[in-house]
Protein backbone atom coordinates (compact mmCIF):
# COMPACT_ATOMS: atom_id res chain seq x y z
CA UNK A 1 0.00 0.00 0.00
CA UNK A 2 1.05 3.47 -1.26
CA UNK A 3 1.97 5.77 1.33
CA UNK A 4 0.54 9.10 -0.78
CA UNK A 5 -0.97 8.35 -3.80
CA UNK A 6 -2.86 10.90 -6.32
CA UNK A 7 -5.32 9.48 -9.21
CA UNK A 8 -6.53 11.24 -12.00
CA UNK A 9 -5.79 14.83 -10.83
CA UNK A 10 -6.78 17.37 -13.02
CA UNK A 11 -6.90 21.22 -12.10
CA UNK A 12 -7.71 24.18 -14.76
CA UNK A 13 -6.33 27.94 -13.89
CA UNK A 14 -9.04 29.88 -16.41
CA UNK A 15 -9.34 27.48 -18.83
CA UNK A 16 -5.57 26.47 -18.85
CA UNK A 17 -5.19 23.20 -17.44
CA UNK A 18 -2.20 22.75 -15.02
CA UNK A 19 -2.21 19.33 -13.66
CA UNK A 20 -4.01 16.76 -16.53
CA UNK A 21 -4.81 12.96 -15.24
CA UNK A 22 -1.84 13.35 -12.53
CA UNK A 23 -1.54 9.39 -11.09
CA UNK A 24 1.29 8.52 -9.15
CA UNK A 25 2.35 6.43 -6.38
CA UNK A 26 5.00 7.55 -3.18
CA UNK A 27 6.17 4.56 -1.09
CA UNK A 28 7.05 4.75 2.95
CA UNK A 29 11.09 5.54 2.77
CA UNK A 30 11.13 6.69 -0.94
CA UNK A 31 13.36 9.46 -1.66
CA UNK A 32 11.87 10.51 -5.48
CA UNK A 33 12.49 13.52 -7.32
CA UNK A 34 9.78 15.34 -9.42
CA UNK A 35 10.84 17.02 -12.77
CA UNK A 36 9.94 19.00 -15.59
CA UNK A 37 10.04 22.30 -17.42
CA UNK A 38 8.98 25.44 -15.89
CA UNK A 39 5.06 25.26 -15.89
CA UNK A 40 4.78 21.21 -15.96
CA UNK A 41 2.69 21.45 -12.85
CA UNK A 42 5.05 20.63 -10.52
CA UNK A 43 4.66 23.03 -7.78
CA UNK A 44 0.56 22.60 -8.44
CA UNK A 45 0.75 19.22 -7.84
CA UNK A 46 2.58 20.14 -4.26
CA UNK A 47 -0.29 22.46 -3.88
CA UNK A 48 -3.01 20.02 -4.75
CA UNK A 49 -1.70 17.61 -2.36
CA UNK A 50 -0.86 20.01 0.56
CA UNK A 51 -4.44 21.24 0.25
CA UNK A 52 -3.63 24.30 -0.85
CA UNK A 53 -5.51 24.45 -4.03
CA UNK A 54 -8.15 22.28 -4.63
CA UNK A 55 -8.19 20.21 -7.49
CA UNK A 56 -11.06 20.08 -10.03
CA UNK A 57 -11.03 16.10 -10.41
CA UNK A 58 -9.33 13.25 -9.01
CA UNK A 59 -8.48 11.76 -5.32
CA UNK A 60 -5.33 11.83 -2.94
CA UNK A 61 -5.03 9.57 -0.21
CA UNK A 62 -2.38 9.66 2.51
CA UNK A 63 -2.33 6.51 4.96
CA UNK A 64 -5.41 5.04 2.98
CA UNK A 65 -7.06 8.02 4.23
CA UNK A 66 -8.65 10.37 1.52
CA UNK A 67 -7.43 13.93 2.18
CA UNK A 68 -8.20 15.66 -1.23
CA UNK A 69 -10.42 18.32 0.49
CA UNK A 70 -8.88 18.51 3.86
CA UNK A 71 -7.38 21.73 4.38
CA UNK A 72 -3.32 22.62 4.55
CA UNK A 73 -3.45 22.26 8.78
CA UNK A 74 -5.31 19.56 8.70
CA UNK A 75 -2.97 17.58 6.09
CA UNK A 76 -0.03 19.29 7.96
CA UNK A 77 -1.27 17.37 10.81
CA UNK A 78 -1.86 14.13 9.30
CA UNK A 79 1.89 13.73 8.66
CA UNK A 80 2.80 15.68 5.63
CA UNK A 81 5.19 18.37 6.12
CA UNK A 82 6.55 20.73 3.05
CA UNK A 83 8.79 23.76 2.24
CA UNK A 84 7.95 26.27 -0.44
CA UNK A 85 9.55 27.89 -3.59
CA UNK A 86 9.86 31.13 -2.30
CA UNK A 87 10.55 30.78 1.18
CA UNK A 88 7.71 31.71 3.77
CA UNK A 89 9.01 32.04 7.26
CA UNK A 90 8.61 34.95 9.58
CA UNK A 91 10.83 37.13 9.06
CA UNK A 92 10.35 39.69 11.81
CA UNK A 93 10.67 36.73 14.41
CA UNK A 94 13.74 34.90 15.65
CA UNK A 95 15.03 31.85 14.41
CA UNK A 96 13.70 29.80 17.01
CA UNK A 97 10.25 30.96 17.63
CA UNK A 98 9.89 30.39 13.29
CA UNK A 99 10.19 26.52 14.86
CA UNK A 100 8.51 26.65 18.27
CA UNK A 101 5.02 28.21 15.82
CA UNK A 102 4.92 25.17 14.19
CA UNK A 103 5.55 22.56 17.34
CA UNK A 104 2.44 21.10 18.75
CA UNK A 105 0.86 22.23 22.09
CA UNK A 106 -0.81 19.36 24.02
CA UNK A 107 -3.25 21.92 25.83
CA UNK A 108 -4.41 22.99 22.54
CA UNK A 109 -3.07 26.70 23.31
CA UNK A 110 -0.42 28.29 20.82
CA UNK A 111 3.03 29.85 21.51
CA UNK A 112 1.25 33.08 21.41
CA UNK A 113 -0.56 31.96 23.93
CA UNK A 114 2.81 30.78 25.60
CA UNK A 115 4.18 34.09 25.62
CA UNK A 116 1.38 35.94 26.95
CA UNK A 117 0.93 33.08 29.87
CA UNK A 118 -2.65 32.78 29.69
CA UNK A 119 -2.20 29.28 31.08
CA UNK A 120 0.64 27.48 32.99
CA UNK A 121 2.62 25.88 30.25
CA UNK A 122 6.52 26.03 31.53
CA UNK A 123 7.16 22.37 31.70
CA UNK A 124 5.50 22.26 28.03
CA UNK A 125 7.12 25.01 26.87
CA UNK A 126 10.47 24.01 28.37
CA UNK A 127 10.10 20.25 25.97
CA UNK A 128 9.15 22.01 23.29
CA UNK A 129 12.31 24.83 23.16
CA UNK A 130 14.42 21.22 23.47
CA UNK A 131 12.60 20.02 20.31
CA UNK A 132 12.97 23.10 18.60
CA UNK A 133 16.81 23.51 19.22
CA UNK A 134 17.20 19.86 18.34
CA UNK A 135 15.85 20.53 14.78
CA UNK A 136 18.15 23.43 14.90
CA UNK A 137 21.36 21.57 15.08
CA UNK A 138 20.21 18.84 13.01
CA UNK A 139 20.55 21.82 10.30
CA UNK A 140 23.42 23.31 11.49
CA UNK A 141 21.74 26.62 12.76
CA UNK A 142 21.28 26.28 15.81
CA UNK A 143 23.83 29.38 17.46
CA UNK A 144 21.60 31.64 15.02
CA UNK A 145 18.73 30.76 17.46
CA UNK A 146 17.85 34.41 18.32
CA UNK A 147 18.70 36.28 15.07
CA UNK A 148 16.05 37.37 13.44
CA UNK A 149 15.35 35.00 10.16
CA UNK A 150 14.98 38.19 7.91
CA UNK A 151 19.07 38.88 9.02
CA UNK A 152 20.20 35.17 7.71
CA UNK A 153 21.11 34.46 4.53
CA UNK A 154 19.12 32.41 1.75
CA UNK A 155 20.37 29.32 2.20
CA UNK A 156 20.04 29.54 6.11
CA UNK A 157 16.45 30.24 5.68
CA UNK A 158 16.16 27.61 3.76
CA UNK A 159 17.52 25.56 6.53
CA UNK A 160 15.60 26.69 9.05
CA UNK A 161 12.50 26.29 6.64
CA UNK A 162 13.22 22.35 6.78
CA UNK A 163 13.30 22.45 10.63
CA UNK A 164 10.25 24.08 10.54
CA UNK A 165 8.69 21.56 8.26
CA UNK A 166 9.98 18.96 10.52
CA UNK A 167 8.76 20.02 13.71
CA UNK A 168 5.42 18.45 13.55
CA UNK A 169 7.73 15.10 12.88
CA UNK A 170 6.04 14.25 9.51
CA UNK A 171 6.15 10.76 7.69
CA UNK A 172 6.07 12.77 4.24
CA UNK A 173 8.53 15.64 3.28
CA UNK A 174 7.90 17.66 0.60
CA UNK A 175 10.47 20.19 -0.14
CA UNK A 176 9.91 22.77 -3.32
CA UNK A 177 13.20 23.83 -5.08
CA UNK A 178 15.26 22.84 -2.02
CA UNK A 179 18.60 23.64 -3.98
CA UNK A 180 16.97 26.76 -5.62
CA UNK A 181 19.61 29.77 -5.12
CA UNK A 182 22.27 28.04 -3.27
CA UNK A 183 25.72 27.98 -3.63
CA UNK A 184 27.77 24.97 -4.31
CA UNK A 185 28.82 24.61 -0.51
CA UNK A 186 25.40 24.71 0.58
CA UNK A 187 24.30 22.70 -2.00
CA UNK A 188 26.46 19.85 -0.51
CA UNK A 189 24.81 20.87 2.73
CA UNK A 190 21.32 20.61 1.89
CA UNK A 191 22.08 16.99 0.31
CA UNK A 192 23.80 15.68 3.37
CA UNK A 193 20.55 17.14 5.41
CA UNK A 194 17.73 15.41 2.68
CA UNK A 195 19.85 12.14 3.17
CA UNK A 196 20.60 11.77 6.64
CA UNK A 197 16.36 12.80 6.81
CA UNK A 198 15.86 9.04 4.77
CA UNK A 199 18.58 7.51 7.00
CA UNK A 200 16.49 8.60 9.54
CA UNK A 201 12.93 6.97 7.66
CA UNK A 202 11.47 10.09 6.35
CA UNK A 203 9.67 9.59 2.57
CA UNK A 204 11.18 12.60 0.79
CA UNK A 205 9.33 14.27 -2.70
CA UNK A 206 11.30 16.66 -3.97
CA UNK A 207 11.28 19.11 -6.76
CA UNK A 208 14.56 20.32 -8.37
CA UNK A 209 15.73 21.64 -11.74
CA UNK A 210 19.54 20.82 -10.79
CA UNK A 211 19.98 17.98 -12.92
CA UNK A 212 23.19 16.90 -11.11
CA UNK A 213 21.59 17.32 -8.02
CA UNK A 214 18.13 15.03 -8.92
CA UNK A 215 20.77 11.89 -10.71
CA UNK A 216 22.97 11.72 -7.66
CA UNK A 217 20.22 12.14 -4.95
CA UNK A 218 17.02 10.52 -6.41
CA UNK A 219 16.48 6.80 -5.82
CA UNK A 220 13.11 6.94 -8.21
CA UNK A 221 12.18 10.56 -11.06
CA UNK A 222 8.91 11.30 -12.07
CA UNK A 223 8.93 13.79 -14.68
CA UNK A 224 5.83 16.13 -15.86
CA UNK A 225 5.12 17.69 -18.76
CA UNK A 226 1.94 19.99 -19.81
CA UNK A 227 0.58 18.79 -16.91
CA UNK A 228 1.00 15.01 -17.33
CA UNK A 229 3.44 12.30 -16.19
CA UNK A 230 5.42 11.17 -18.81
CA UNK A 231 8.26 9.04 -17.03
CA UNK A 232 8.28 7.35 -13.63
CA UNK A 233 11.73 5.63 -13.33
CA UNK A 234 14.84 4.98 -11.78
CA UNK A 235 17.83 7.48 -12.52
CA UNK A 236 19.75 5.89 -15.67
CA UNK A 237 16.14 5.29 -17.18
CA UNK A 238 15.34 8.59 -17.16
CA UNK A 239 18.84 9.70 -18.67
CA UNK A 240 17.71 7.61 -21.78
CA UNK A 241 14.17 8.25 -21.84
CA UNK A 242 13.59 9.92 -25.15
CA UNK A 243 10.26 11.43 -24.50
CA UNK A 244 12.12 13.04 -20.99
CA UNK A 245 14.87 14.35 -22.92
CA UNK A 246 12.97 15.42 -26.26
CA UNK A 247 10.71 17.67 -23.38
CA UNK A 248 13.43 18.54 -20.72
CA UNK A 249 17.10 17.03 -20.98
CA UNK A 250 17.51 17.83 -23.89
CA UNK A 251 17.33 21.49 -23.44
CA UNK A 252 19.98 21.34 -20.62
CA UNK A 253 23.56 21.80 -21.45
CA UNK A 254 25.63 18.66 -20.02
CA UNK A 255 22.25 17.39 -17.82
CA UNK A 256 22.99 20.76 -15.69
CA UNK A 257 20.24 22.90 -14.44
Given amino acids: MPLLELKNIKKDFDGVRAVDKLSMEISCGELVALIGPNGA ?15 NEGKITYNNVDIT ?19 RLFPQLT ?28 SEEKSNIEKAMELLDFVNIAEKRDQLAQNMSHGQRRLLEIARAMALDPQLLLLDEPMSGLSPTMIIEMKNIIQELESKGKTILFIEHNMDVVMNLAKRIIVLNHGKKIADGMPDEIRSNTEVINAYLGRRSNGAA
Wanted: net charge positive; charged share 15%; glycine share 8%.
Fill in 41 to 55: GKTTAFNIITGFIKA
Fill in 95 to 122: VLDNVLLALKYKSGDSLFSAILQTRNMK
Fill in 69 to 87: SNPPHQIALSGIGRTFQNI
